[in-house]
Every structure is written in C-alpha cells, then in structure tokens.
C-alpha cells in the first residue's frame, strides 16, 4: 500500500535553489522526509544514489572522478555525510560546468561535520537548507500558513480537542509516525535511538562509553526548558564539564537539540549566559522521559516542558522550513520577569509565552507586558499560546490564542 505524501513547507524554497544554484544541501536530522521529500520533487529529473550503502562507499572514495563521471548530473546523492571527500570532485565537476543549475541535491544528517566540508569546497556554488520532522501545519495539510505575527489570514488550524492534542505530543512528529498511525511509536522511538546512538553520534565523535552518553540524554531531557548547568550533570554522572558540552554541541549539530540563549542588547552576553535546551521532536522528549500515554503526559510533571517544545518546534520548523535562519531567545530578569520565547523577525522583537492551562488570564501576560516596557520600541505585539480553545485579548497588546489556531 503506498503511503500518502504530505506536503511539505520547504518544497517551493527547494525548487527555487535547485533553479538559482549548481547545487543543493538539505541537512536536517534522520527520517525527518529529507530523501521522500527530494524523490517527490526531483525523482523524473534527477539520478538518485545512497551513500549509505558500503559498496556504493566504497566506489566512491576509491576513485572519485570515475564515480562522478558514472553518477553524471542531475544526480541525488543521500547520506553525503558518508563521503564528505567526494565534495572537491563534485566542485570541480561543477566549476566544468557553473552555469548549469540543480546539477548536485545533497543530503546529510549531520549539520555539523557536513556544514564543515561544504562550506570549504562549495562556497559560493550551494543553498544549504534544513528540513526537521513535520510541523503541525504540515501535518494538518496546511503547510503554508503564516505565524500570528505575520499575518491574520491563512492561520493553521487542527482541531485537536486536548487529549488528541497529547497524543500527538507523546507520538512526535516524525513523516513515518505520521503516515504510519498504527505503528507503536514507542518502538519506533527506541529504535530511531539505538540507530542514532549507533551511526550518527560516533560518526560525529568518537564517543566510547554509549551508556553514559544515553544518560546524558535523559538527563537533558528531564532538564527541557530550564536552564543547562552543565556542572550539575556533571556532578550526576560523573562526567567532565568539557565532555558534556562536546556531547552537548553532537545532539545540536544532529538537530536533536536546540540551545536557546538568553536575549539581551548586548551579543557578546547572549554567548556567555546560561542556555536553555529543548528537544526538536516531542516524542523524543517523552520517550526519553519515560512517558508512555497522554493523560500522563498531560497531568505530569513535564507537561509544561513539553507543551513549550511544542510552542518552540512549531516556530523553528515553520520559519526553517521557509529557508529562513530563525532568531529565537528566551528573555529573563534578575527580579523574575521572563518569556518564553522572543522572535527577532522583521526587524522587532516578538515576545511569546507557552502556558499550559486552558483558561486564559490576563496575569498570562505579565511576563511579556514587562518584556515590552524593558525593550521599548522594539517590542511587538506578543502572544500566549495555550492547549484551550478560547482567542482572546489578554492586554492592550497582547493576545491569547490556542496553539491548534495559531
């Protein structure tokens, strides 16, 4: 039976790059629909060939121009991660070539080694894009709905009553849990770990101890959304600050992790404060968490952590998956005052803050009423986003809508 295709935010920002560039990256991490999504839009145009296999491996990094000269452009290559070598022959190939457009669509798992490569063979010739597990736009078929801030025509809406809303969240958003609903998806995610475990994260580095490392995980997972002490974990596991923050830098170059850091005028201060860290995929949260149904997702004590990952991955995904870089920090005072999450965009400031009751209050918006008066001018109107039903305003420039409507 074949599984139905959703759509996907990132496909009209693909097919322009393939049309202004001799080549194209798009990193983001494992089963996140990179390959089905470049097979949907370049299958009747493009060769495709995995760098995953190890013969194919092999081939390619024994003679390299042989290899290209076989695999001509328009060609696919999967995994290029596995042959980061083969980088200068394809920049080569391309400068034979350079006013060919679309001749190479890269993929790779690895943000960070891979960034590496391109950026030293390919400056100048690539797009590098990013697709991460499917937004709730996506998965509602609506992938091209603005955020609230930008618009207030064509909102996302799911119509989810709460407890399907949780299903979701303890499920994640990965395509193959998405178009597969009768997988049990804490099998899938134990499996998508070992899988991790075993290929991407000593492909990064060599990690030798895979146990302690797997702790650090649900470390860091039973630490979402608050701040990273890393000396804390340390003390817990018994492992060096310097390790963790390696281990640390694997999960954000996986596109496991986001590093949130503090927002403040001054650059240098946001790179040396305290980060906050969450999750990209909710279901990785919860597996890691130990949940295994919604009501207990929903009443425990995670379930402000995973509803603001929810907030946070809608926001990444929905500006990432447009080609753009998204500018988010979280805001906090000495006296108390904090939000959530503030998005740079457009050259203002949006604050917005994740609450999980349903019953909207205008004490909700404290936070982002002091974030306004602090930052002054630069401060946009801001948003609560909550698990209920109700739109409504919450302060002269603040407003509260449900995370289904937003």
């Known amino acids: 039976m074949k599984r139905p295709y959703l759509r996907r935010s990132l496909e009209p920002v693909l097919t322009q790059a393939a049309r202004d560039f001799p080549a194209v990256v798009l990193t983001g991490p494992r089963q996140s629909g990179k ?22 491996q092999a081939a390619a990094l024994s003679d390299p121009r042989g290899f290209l000269a076989l695999h001509s452009p328009p060609v696919i290559f999967d995994e290029i991660q596995y042959c980061p070598g083969i980088l200068a022959y394809i920049k080569e190939a391309i400068d034979a070539r350079r006013s060919h457009k679309g001749q190479y669509i890269l993929t790779g798992s ?26 709730f736009r ?37 395509p193959e849990l998405a178009v597969e609903p009768e997988r049990d998806f804490r099998l899938w995610h134990a499996s998508y770990l070992q899988t991790y475990l075993e290929r991407d994260v ?7 101890d895979l146990a302690l490392f797997q702790s650090f995980l649900r470390t860091v997972a039973a630490r979402s959304g608050q701040l990273l002490n890393l000396s804390d974990i340390s003390r817990d596991l018994g492992a060096a600050v310097n390790t963790l923050k390696i281990w640390l830098s694997v999960l954000e170059a996986s596109h496991q992790v986001v590093v949130l850091r503090p927002y403040y005028a001054n650059v240098g201060k946001r790179l040396v404060k305290t980060p906050k860290v969450y999750f990209t995929d909710t279901g990785t949260l ?42 988010v920090y979280f805001w906090r ?10 998005i740079h965009s457009g050259g203002k400031l949006i604050p917005v803050e994740a609450k999980l009751s349903a019953t909207l209050q205008p004490a909700m918006a404290g936070g982002i009423i002091a974030f306004q008066k602090d930052v002054g001018k630069k401060a946009d109107n801001g948003f609560v986003i909550h698990p209920g039903e109700s739109r409504l305003p919450l302060a002269p420039r603040v407003i509260g809508i449900p995370f289904e409507k937003w």
């Open 333 to 342: 005072t000495s006296t108390g005052s904090e939000v959530d999450f503030v």
């Open 286 to 327: 919860c597996y890691l968490s130990g949940l295994k149904d919604a009501d207990h997702a929903a009443a425990g004590p995670l379930a402000g952590a995973i509803f603001e990952t929810a907030v946070l991955s809608e926001i990444l995904k929905t500006l990432s998956h447009r080609g753009e870089e998204p500018e």
């Open 138 to 174: 996506e998965l509602s078929r609506n992938p091209n709905a603005r955020l609230p801030w930008e618009s207030h025509h064509g909102r996302f809406s799911a119509h989810l009553s709460l407890n399907p809303l949780w299903q979701q969240l303890l499920r994640g958003n990965y």
């Open 110 to 135: 690895q943000n960070l080694l891979l960034l590496e490569r391109v950026t030293e063979s390919l400056a100048g010739r690539v797009a590098i894009l990013r697709l991460l597990p499917l937004s």
């Open 202 to 208: 000593r492909l990064v580095r060599q990690i030798g």
């Open 35 to 56: 390959t089905t999504v470049l097979k949907h839009l370049f299958g009747k145009t493009h060769r495709y060939v995995s760098l995953e296999l190890p013969d194919v």
